[in-house]
């Protein structure tokens, strides 16, 4: 079974339209951590935002916000008025301790959503 | 500050042949780890260091993968007898820490060919 699952390969949409990129993932911990990273055509992983699991708070930062709901192990992430420089693959990530040999913080990615804004 | 640098941006090989690809963390990171992206996927990880010392190999595919930090600052991932399958591009980031959840910054990558 995926520990990180990104359903949506692709998603198209016109600028300024609100989109929504779905993650869910599985863990045994009950502490852990969960990353969003954007990986434009470029092809640098940037970082966007890290959340550990007792912070169930929603975050919001300018155009982006996350919603973590541990209820359903999910950690999705909205872009309202899209823009074509949010063209990217966006890349969910979880870091947990269970199973994990010689301590550390290794991430295990999803397979990424593919996201392409048009004019 | 300068971020992750990795060296070189390209490499293309024959199968068989011997490869070294390169990382510079962030000056300060203690942590550093190498990850490998195939067309299409999430990063996969390989391997972790904390300071000198390899801390957990788990991911590396086989012996042929091998990967140092003599000084705990720069590392060199090595890839013997290289074959086709091994083509990918080969990420490393580093971490102030290797604390759970501390946020690693990734270099631009290596892309690796080989024919």
């Known amino acids: 079974a995926q520990k990180v699952t990104q359903a949506q390969t692709e998603i198209s949409v016109v600028e300024k339209e609100d989109v929504t990129l779905d993650c869910v993932y599985e863990?045994?911990?009950?502490?852990?951590?969960l990353f969003w990273y954007k990986q434009p055509p470029s092809g640098e992983l940037v970082f966007l935002i890290r959340?550990?699991?007792?912070?169930?708070q929603n975050e919001i930062s300018g155009r982006y916000s996350w919603n973590f709901q541990k209820s359903t192990s999910s950690f999705n992430f909205t872009i309202t008025a899209s823009q074509v420089v949010d063209s990217a693959v966006y890349f969910c990530?979880?870091?947990?301790?269970?199973?994990?040999?010689?301590?550390?913080?290794?991430?295990?990615f999803g397979t990424g959503t593919q996201l392409k804004v048009e004019l | 500050g300068a971020g992750v640098s990795q060296t070189p941006s390209n490499k293309v090989t024959e199968k068989g042949k011997y490869v070294e690809l390169r990382c510079d963390p962030i000056?300060?990171?203690?942590?550093l780890y190498w990850y490998r992206q195939s067309l299409g996927q999430g990063p996969e990880f390989l391997i972790y260091?904390?300071?000198?010392?390899?801390?957990?190999d788990s991911g590396l595919p086989n012996d042929r993968f091998f990967a140092v930090r003599p000084e705990g600052s720069v590392s060199t991932l090595k890839i013997q007898r290289t074959e086709r399958g091994d083509s990918a591009v080969y990420l490393c980031a580093s971490s102030l820490t290797s604390l759970l959840g501390d946020t690693q910054y990734f270099g631009p990558g290596t892309r690796l060919t080989v024919l």
């Open positions: 000056s300060g990171h203690t942590a």
């Open positions: 990530a979880l870091s947990e301790a269970w199973g994990v040999t010689g301590g550390g913080n290794k991430l295990t």
């Open positions: 863990t045994r911990d009950t502490t852990y951590y």
């Open positions: 260091f904390q300071g000198t010392g390899a801390a957990d």
């Open positions: 959340r550990n699991s007792f912070d169930e």
